[in-house]
């Protein structure tokens, strides 16, 4: 059977200092309809601004995981992103009145409890999965991070930490099964070396870190001093250090570090904004690996999804932009003007055609026994298509022109001939952001996919204007 989507019984408060600023923060859980997801809300600001939990709203990764959206950011929502999806939630409102969302016990305990006192409801929606069909790999080999993805039935984590400690030591985590999120994941909690912390008050962070919220691990000796000058910084009588852990700490297990950073992980990656299968396997994790991981992923998503939609070319209809219209778009003339008509166009896909003849001059040579359209003009065609589309998002789209920062993951299918009509469709893939657009684009001749690729191209104003 299907599984259904799920949601909280009822709100759920929570109440508590934000880890990097602290402020203190009343924040609250709430139930959502189907399909909604998870959606952050400032109660604090004008207007309740909403910021939607995706990977493609984040915009800083330095010390946990900040999104931003509608002018409204907040920050540190990897804990409880962590604790809606380990308890196999699909929809929640989660309203905050401040910056950053409270650290709490730095684990995801107190939510998960939270939900579990007060329980579930099962919606009427399927959940929704995505079904990776290929391996997704990252790798940061600077900082020796490796996370890949393999296609599975089912979703499991597996996390190794090597930070070359003699106290922490190599570490691994694994959850396959989901129900031992709540008891061997969510009470974890954040960690931190001891060397990171002056840096970290100098950065004008953790200002609501405490010795109660985060493992502190020493990996040296400590001169008296510099333990004095801890206890004031922590407004602590007494600061000890025993077995690596500052002020004799009581880990909840011994690889409590790696489970958290499981913890983290399982957070970061429900900025995917879908359940997906697949057997993950992550080596040296982080917030910025991770969230690269989950657009990543985000992107084969959409992808899959893109190349569901199949258009259907009316040639009766009339078109969004003639070739006359096209012109004025578009810096292009013949022969290097590749398409003829739009035929769909919208904030994120644009359709175009280019009806292909014996007359095209390219066929001269390219071969005058078997006429071939080669296949960069196809690209080619492709980019003028993403052009339209980009260049629609401008106001005075005649005085900017488009050229190409990236082509990756191009696949040419079949032949394109003489007499074939070419349905050109490009689908951003991500928000266009500081003037560069990366789009995924698609060539049919009928319902036949005959090229795919990923471009990526950038609008730049013309030289001669001012």
Same mark, same amino acid.
């Given at each position: 059977m299907a599984e259904k989507q799920r949601t909280l019984k009822e709100p759920l408060s929570f109440h508590g200092k934000g880890l990097h600023t602290g402020v203190e923060v009343n924040m609250t859980l709430l139930p959502a309809p189907e399909n909604h997801g998870y959606v952050f809300k400032r109660t604090d600001l004008q207007g309740e601004p909403e910021i939607t939990a995706l990977a493609e709203n984040v915009t800083d990764t330095s010390r946990g995981t900040t999104i931003e959206e509608n002018g409204a950011r907040v920050s540190t929502i990897e804990h409880v992103l962590s604790a809606l999806a380990g308890m196999q939630l699909d929809n929640t409102i989660i309203e905050l009145d401040g910056p950053e969302a409270p650290i709490l016990d730095g684990s995801a305990r107190e939510y998960v409890e939270a939900i579990q006192k007060s329980g579930v409801v099962e919606q009427n929606a399927e959940r929704r999965y995505f079904k990776l069909k290929e391996k997704v790999e990252y790798y940061d080999e600077e900082n020796g991070v490796h996370i890949i993805a393999y296609p599975d039935q089912m979703q499991s984590i597996n996390v190794l930490i090597d930070y070359n400690s003699d106290v922490l030591g190599n570490q691994y985590a694994t959850l396959e099964h989901w129900e031992d999120f709540k008891t061997q994941i969510a009470p974890c909690r954040t960690f931190v070396f001891l060397h990171e912390l002056e840096q970290l008050v100098k950065l004008n962070l953790i200002k609501g870190g405490d010795l109660d919220n985060a493992i502190v691990i020493v990996d040296h000796e400590m001169p008296q001093e510099d333990i004095d000058r801890l206890s004031d910084l922590f407004n602590q009588p007494k600061i000890e250090v025993h077995e690596g852990i500052l002020n004799n700490l009581e880990l909840r297990f011994s690889n409590e570090p790696a489970r958290h950073k499981l913890l983290d992980m399982i957070g970061d990656l429900a900025l995917v904004g879908r359940w997906f299968k697949a057997k993950i396997i992550a080596t040296r994790p982080g917030h910025a690996a991770n969230v690269e991981f989950a657009r990543q992923l985000r992107q084969v998503m959409q992808k899959q999804l893109m190349k569901k939609h199949i258009p259907v070319y009316d040639p009766n209809k009339e078109p969004v932009y003639d070739i006359n219209e096209i012109k004025k778009k578009l810096p292009h003339r013949p022969p290097f003007l590749l398409i003829d008509k739009t035929i769909y166009l919208d904030e994120k896909r644009? @359709?175009?055609?280019?009806?292909?003849? /014996? %007359? !095209?001059? &390219? &066929?001269?040579?390219h071969f005058p026994d078997e006429p071939v359209?080669? $296949? @960069?003009?196809?690209? !080619? +065609? /492709? +980019?003028?298509?993403? $052009?339209? /589309?980009? *260049? $629609? *998002?401008?106001?005075d789209p005649e %005085? =900017?022109?488009? =050229? &190409?920062?990236k082509i990756d993951k191009v696949k040419f299918k079949a032949k394109v001939v003489p007499g074939d009509t070419l349905i050109l469709k490009m689908d951003l893939l991500s928000p266009l952001r500081r003037g560069i657009a990366h789009m995924f684009g698609e060539i049919f001749v009928g319902d036949k996919l005959v090229c795919e690729g990923e471009l990526m191209a950038q609008i730049v104003k013309d030289k001669n204007i001012d």
């Open positions: 644009v @359709v175009c055609i280019k009806n292909v003849t /014996l %007359n !095209e001059p &390219f &066929f001269t040579g359209m080669p $296949g @960069v003009l196809l690209i !080619e +065609a /492709l +980019a003028q298509t993403g $052009g339209m /589309l980009i *260049l $629609g *998002l401008v106001p %005085n =900017y022109s488009t =050229y &190409f920062v």
